[in-house]
């Protein structure tokens, strides 16, 4: 079923930003962008979903390798003794030494699942031949995996689940723009402006569609 996904402003990246947007998805691909009447117009037994903010590219995760083989996520039922963010460095070697199979793959699924609540919808890869459960994993998650030098500087220190904390803006961070017949790989973030999603505020991300299927959705 075809469905437009429709927000106060589509930001395509590479074009013009379009108030009062939407985009139309059919499958997994876009089969039409522009404003929201036009588009409407155009398919009018469509369903349609309305989202806050801004509507943007799907956005890609420079640091997927060490959020996936250097941090734990912990699990829901752990949050009172790990907390809830990733644990990173010696907190993560201590608890490596004793870490099975199971629980590995456990937090590999948990940071990709909340990869996708930050908007995520490409990983910098190569996932390498020597960690085929890990390949697999993100396999299954349909995330889709680039190889290709990134255009924001990869940082050191803590990597973040949010892709712009790297520093980069939407046009470095998107996974590429948004065109008609493109994969329809998108992020929405009830923020007010495009500058609203720099800086220290926050950047909550209310939906993320990969590959046309609503993935995550906040609300």
Same mark, same amino acid.
């Given at each position: 079923?075809? +469905?437009?996904?429709?927000?106060?402003?589509?930001?395509?990246?590479?074009?013009?930003?379009?108030?009062?947007?939407?985009? /139309?998805?059919?499958?997994?691909?876009?089969?039409?962008?522009?404003? =929201?009447?036009?588009?409407? &117009?155009?398919?009018?037994?469509?369903?349609?979903?309305?989202?806050?903010?801004?509507? +943007?590219?799907?956005? $890609?995760?420079?640091? /997927?390798?060490?959020?996936?083989?250097?941090?734990?996520?912990?699990?829901?039922? #752990?949050?009172?003794?790990?907390? #809830?963010?990733?644990?990173?460095?010696?907190?993560?070697? $201590?608890? /490596?030494?004793?870490? *099975? +199979?199971?629980?590995?793959?456990?937090?590999?699924?948990?940071?990709?699942?909340?990869?996708?609540?930050?908007?995520? !919808?490409?990983?910098?890869?190569?996932? %390498?031949?020597?960690?085929?459960?890990?390949? @697999?994993?993100?396999?299954?998650?349909?995330?889709?995996?680039?190889? /290709?030098?990134?255009?924001?500087?990869?940082? #050191?220190?803590?990597?973040?689940? *949010?892709?712009?904390?790297?520093?980069?803006?939407?046009?470095?961070?998107?996974?590429?723009?948004? !065109?008609?017949? %493109?994969?329809?790989?998108?992020?929405?973030? *009830?923020?007010?402006? #495009?500058? &609203?999603? =720099? %800086?220290?505020?926050?950047?909550?991300?209310?939906? @993320?569609?990969?590959?046309?299927?609503?993935?995550?959705?906040?609300?």
């Amino acid at each position: 079923m075809l +469905t437009i996904h429709a927000a106060p402003l589509v930001l395509p990246v590479g074009a013009a930003a379009v108030a009062d947007g939407a985009v /139309a998805v059919d499958g997994d691909r876009i089969a039409a962008l522009g404003p =929201y009447a036009e588009v409407a &117009a155009a398919h009018p037994a469509a369903r349609v979903r309305r989202w806050p903010g801004l509507l +943007t590219p799907g956005l $890609r995760q420079d640091r /997927a390798r060490e959020l996936l083989t250097r941090c734990y996520h912990p699990d829901p039922r #752990e949050a009172d003794e790990l907390g #809830e963010l990733p644990l990173w460095g010696e907190e993560f070697e $201590r608890l /490596a030494v004793a870490m *099975d +199979t199971a629980r590995r793959a456990g937090s590999v699924r948990r940071g990709l699942q909340r990869m996708l609540r930050h908007g995520t !919808t490409h990983l910098a890869g190569p996932f %390498g031949a020597d960690d085929p459960a890990l390949r @697999t994993a993100v396999a299954r998650s349909g995330l889709v995996v680039r190889i /290709a030098p990134s255009p924001v500087p990869i940082g #050191e220190g803590v990597p973040d689940l *949010d892709p712009f904390a790297a520093g980069g803006d939407l046009a470095r961070t998107a996974h590429g723009p948004l !065109t008609v017949g %493109g994969r329809a790989d998108l992020a929405v973030f *009830d923020v007010p402006d #495009e500058a &609203a999603l =720099y %800086g220290g505020g926050p950047r909550p991300c209310v939906a @993320t569609v990969l590959a046309g299927r609503l993935v995550h959705r906040a609300r």
